[in-house]
């Protein structure tokens, strides 16, 4: 049974920072390109980041490619997000997934 696990989001004042964790398990982590997802409060899902499975690449979108940064690590098939000098613009559910798969997410609420 694939299971994914998001954790570390919180209220925090602008500026500030949190770390986002993802542990995973019932599946080929090392193997699997991830992602983290983000989706606002009226809004749609939004793709946030992405690495492939060695973490040789990675992708993130423009809004917070600057703040925001996605790592992992395959021994503890565990994924990262480091955001960094949120804005209020950030607050959202995070979800991380693979494919169309996506877990419990974690809500970030970012204060002005």
């Known amino acids: 049974e694939v299971q994914l696990q998001a954790s570390g989001g919180g209220l925090v004042h602008a500026g500030g920072s949190l770390r986002l964790s993802c542990v995973t398990s019932?599946?080929?982590?090392?193997?699997?390109?991830m992602k983290w997802l983000r989706q606002a409060p009226g809004e749609g899902l939004e793709r946030v980041s992405t690495?492939?499975?060695?973490?040789?690449?990675?992708h993130t979108i423009d809004s917070v490619k600057d703040r925001f940064t996605i790592s992992r690590d395959n021994g503890k098939n565990t994924l990262y997000l480091q955001m960094n000098n949120l804005k209020p613009e950030d607050s959202a559910v995070y979800y991380c997934?693979?494919?169309?798969?996506r877990g419990q997410g974690t809500l970030v609420t970012v204060s002005s």
């Open positions: 690495i492939n499975g060695d973490g040789t690449w990675s």
């Open positions: 019932g599946f080929t982590f090392a193997r699997t390109a």
């Open positions: 997934g693979f494919n169309d798969i």
